[in-house]
């Protein structure tokens, strides 16, 4: 699951880390959802950023046991690495929502191949860190829920598909907050069964609170 939404007019990582009104009701609908189903899950993680336990919370119902908190799911430090474009390459955020598919395509590549000097984790440890998570996790029990965000989402996607950088973004700005993915564990590796899905918002008076950022 990826939180919900966040402080989106923050230009930090510190500012970010808060839900919004809007993600703190995401957050709610999702659990009401979860215990409509009675769903159960057998063990339930969570990153260590505020968005990430908060969405969590909201969610633990469907999980008997304690938040197991792992850093490993925390996103990747999008906005000092953008700093770090802008200081090292004079590459400035985009004005438009358009604008973010080229950014995100030359942030990744320059983060990809080294470009960028002193990143807070090297592109290799990311992917490291998700693919080490995912064998946590399946160990975890039958059915485990993980609160993360949408850069690891997308890395697991990237993964279980075995796609390529240029798809790894796609799924990275397809991603909403409060979307569920689903990845199934069968044969050796890690299939994609459902992205995103939004069944706790597709009810008419909810569509408004559906959101990308």
């Not at 969570?46 to 969590?56: E, I």
């Not at 592109?123 to 064998?135: A, P, S």
């Not at 790894?168 to 299939?191: D, E, W």
């Amino acid at each position: 699951v990826r939180h919900g939404q966040a402080n989106s007019a923050a230009t930090t990582e510190k500012d970010y880390d808060q839900l919004s009104a809007l993600g703190q009701d995401q957050a709610a609908y999702l659990g009401e959802h979860f215990s409509k189903l009675n769903t159960q899950f057998d063990a339930l993680f969570a990153g260590t950023l505020h968005r990430q336990q908060d969405t969590a919370k909201a969610l633990q119902h469907a999980s008997k046991k304690p938040i197991i908190t792992d850093a490993r799911l925390n996103e990747i430090e999008y906005y000092t690495l953008t700093q770090q474009l802008i200081d090292q390459f004079d590459y400035y955020r985009p004005d438009t929502d358009h604008g973010y598919i080229d950014h995100f395509h030359t942030l990744y590549e320059y983060w990809q191949k080294g470009k960028i000097v002193n990143p807070p984790e090297t592109y290799q440890m990311y992917e490291t860190r998700v693919t080490d998570m995912l064998d946590d996790m399946r160990h975890a029990g039958p059915s485990v829920l993980a609160v993360t965000s949408g850069g690891i989402i997308a890395m697991a996607i990237k993964i279980a598909l075995n796609l390529d950088t240029a798809g790894l973004i796609k799924c990275l700005l397809a991603g909403m907050n409060t979307g569920v993915t689903q990845l199934q564990y069968i044969h050796g590796s890690f299939t994609l069964i459902q992205m995103n899905a939004l069944p706790h918002l597709e009810h008419p008076s909810r569509l408004d609170a559906k959101s990308f950022y």
